[in-house]
């Protein structure tokens, strides 16, 4: 993969990382405004609050979970090794990157992963260390 199509990615992964560091700046503010929520606890029902508020977690949680993968790509694209699937080293089909550029895996590996995260549901993820720390 030449250096021209690596900077196409990158310039859709930073756009991306820009829109979710919106939408968690977002999900902040939503939570300070649930003070303001609690304040109307009165007027409002107890179980309909709750479940918007879970609502706010989950979807602050898949935004970091994506936020992950996206600084992971930035910094493989970084390395040079953009593009190569983690598990089995093939490449990942343009293609596929075109739809999912921080995908790390090809298809068939996503399957796979997918299939353990789910079932190591529990045991949390031990490769937090592969991020680079944003000063670097
Ligand atoms: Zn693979």
Redesign the pocket.
């Given at each position: 993969m030449s250096g021209n199509k690596f900077s196409r990615f990158k310039d859709r992964l930073e756009g991306i990382r820009a829109n979710l560091l919106g939408d968690l700046k977002k999900t902040r503010q939503s939570n300070q405004e649930e003070e303001f929520t609690e304040m109307l606890a009165d007027f409002s029902d107890d179980a309909a609050r709750s479940f918007s508020r879970q609502m706010i977690l989950n979807l602050g949680e898949q935004e970091r979970e994506t936020l992950k993968l996206v600084e992971e790509a930035l910094y493989k694209i970084k390395n040079g090794d953009y593009g190569v699937?983690a598990?089995?080293t093939?490449s990942i089909p343009e293609a596929r990157l075109d739809i999912v550029p921080f995908a790390l895996?090809?298809v068939?590996?996503m399957d796979q992963v997918e299939k353990e995260k789910q079932r190591d549901h529990l045991i949390d993820d031990d490769r937090g260390s592969a991020i680079p720390a944003p000063n670097e």
């Open positions: 699937c598990r089995c093939k895996h090809c068939t590996c």
